[in-house]
């Protein structure tokens, strides 16, 4: 695989008025790798994302995209060079079908004119192939994808960028909503695209779902970053005191031993 990154940021930064939201922030993901992009809320994740996926133009410092500047207009931009972005709210319709849902503004044709319409059982034999390759059988992708689990709707809106070409798939908070099984099934889905040789940046607070897949974690707090790392130079406990902040573990951890002791004087 190439050595060029997918995509990068170099001393981006981005301000609103006299608000600094981002400032100089570095980083980068090649194919066949996902970086976890880690911080709290207010760290300055959601305007990295907007950034990143052609919402907001950065202020300062640059986008490449297989090491070519971009200046990414809007969100299509974004997404025709290869960059798709799953929010957290993943823009689907309960009520509307699985396939539906996968080719939403995207609808196969047949026909030609006035005869033209969309193409029902070839997207319904997609959306089945698409979901089984990542081991969700859906015996009917006609019912309503609200009935599908948190989980399995996340994976439909991933697997639903992958058939339509991303190079980089960018995801919002995937398993923030999801208990362990769910967030198990989206995190096996990350491998699986990280096999096909995608860059997958996974944005998250939690570094418990993280660490396992990552192979290299951007840390931001208040809008900077805490640095870059490969997954071989830092362990699952410095990233959690990194994104706590080393004071802040030990007071908190101090505090808990005097609840302790102060619960067992009264048993």
Known sequence: ??????????????????????????????????????????????????????????????????????????????????????????????????????????????????????????????????????????RDPTQAVGTLSGGERQCVAIARAVYFGAKVLILDEPTSALGVKQASMVLRYIAQARARGLGVIFITHNVHHAYPIADKFTLLNRGRSLGNFAKSDVSREQVLEMMAGGKELAALTAELEEFSRADATRH
Do not use: C, W, Y
Request: proline share 4%; glycine share 10%.
């Open 1 to 138: 695989m190439s050595d060029i990154p997918l995509i990068e940021l170099r001393g981006a930064s981005k301000t609103f008025g006299n608000v600094l939201a981002l400032k100089d922030i570095n980083m980068s993901v090649k194919a066949g790798e996902v970086l976890a992009l880690l911080g709290d809320n207010g760290a300055g994740k959601s305007t990295l994302i907007k950034m990143l996926s052609g919402v907001h133009r950065p202020s300062t410092g640059e986008i490449l995209v297989d090491g070519k500047a971009v200046d990414f207009s809007s969100p299509r931009h974004a997404l025709d060079a290869g960059i798709a972005t799953v929010f957290q709210d993943l823009a689907m319709v309960p009520l509307m079908s699985i396939t539906r849902n996968f080719f939403m503004g995207r609808e196969p044709s047949k026909g030609r004119g006035l005869f033209k319409r969309f193409d029902v059982a070839f997207a319904n034999k997609v959306a089945k192939e698409e979901m089984q390759k990542i081991g969700i059988d859906v």
